[in-house]
């Protein structure tokens, strides 16, 4: 599976927009980006996964360039509740070996008021 | 559907003991998982299964294991309770491997002393 690297923490304010790059340039070409977050005390939500371009859902966005090395997830406006762990996640698009699905340490997204 | 249920939320253990942590789905998904996260640290996969009667390792299996007997349910099993064992365990499961989203439970916080 793909290594991902992706900024340990972040701190912003509400109401801004707030971008989390990740690397992952060892992609393949049958893999997918995944983004999952997590709050305090709770089990990790899928929030939204991409192949190339842009996708957008109710609650974030997701830009990959066109050589895939890279990934962005947008998260527009933020509020305190969102502050939480984002995890980036390249998966392969079929089943495989699962042995080594690693969520790393993600990144700590703190939100102030 | 009740999703992803893991029983129970909270166990202190004594160094030695033994116990099983019960998780359930009622999603009808093949996959299922068991993670383990220490404070501040990411997900490792403990086993993981691809349908009933099919199990396997993933990146820390020792002092585990595990049995699916059914779709529905994924046990884990700790035997002689280690204080390397204290950790948040998750259970998941998806409908297939590789980037198809998972669904966690709630976890289970688990002390041994």
């Known amino acids: 599976l793909a290594k991902t690297t992706q900024p340990i923490s972040m701190d912003s304010y509400e109401g801004q927009e707030v971008n989390i790059t990740c690397s992952h340039n060892?992609?393949?070409?049958?893999?997918?980006i995944t983004w999952y977050q997590q709050f305090p005390s709770q089990g990790p939500r899928f929030i939204i996964q991409g192949y190339k371009t842009k996708v957008t859902n109710e609650v974030a966005s997701l830009f990959i360039p066109a050589d895939r090395k890279s990934s962005t997830l947008s998260l527009p406006r933020v509020s305190l509740s969102d502050t939480a762990v984002y995890y980036c996640l390249v998966l392969p698009n079929y089943g495989g070996s699962q042995g080594n699905l690693i969520f790393g340490k993600g990144t700590k997204l703190s939100v102030k008021p | 559907n009740a999703g992803v249920t893991q029983t129970p939320k909270f166990r202190i253990l004594k160094i030695g003991q033994s116990m099983t942590l019960q998780c359930a789905q009622d999603m009808n998904h093949n996959y299922m998982y068991w993670y383990r996260q220490d404070p501040g640290m990411g997900l490792k996969l403990i086993y993981y299964?691809?349908?009933?009667?099919?199990?396997d390792k993933g990146e820390v299996p020792n002092g585990y294991n595990v049995s699916r007997s059914t779709t529905e349910d994924f046990p884990l099993r700790l035997e002689l309770a280690a204080p390397s064992q204290t950790s948040v365990y998750f259970c998941?499961?998806?409908?297939?491997?590789?980037?198809?989203?998972?669904?966690f439970g709630p976890g289970t916080r688990l002390t041994v002393t």
């Open positions: 060892n992609i393949a070409t049958n893999d997918y």
């Open positions: 299964s691809v349908g009933a009667g099919i199990t």
């Open positions: 998941a499961s998806s409908q297939q491997g590789g980037s198809y989203e998972q669904y």
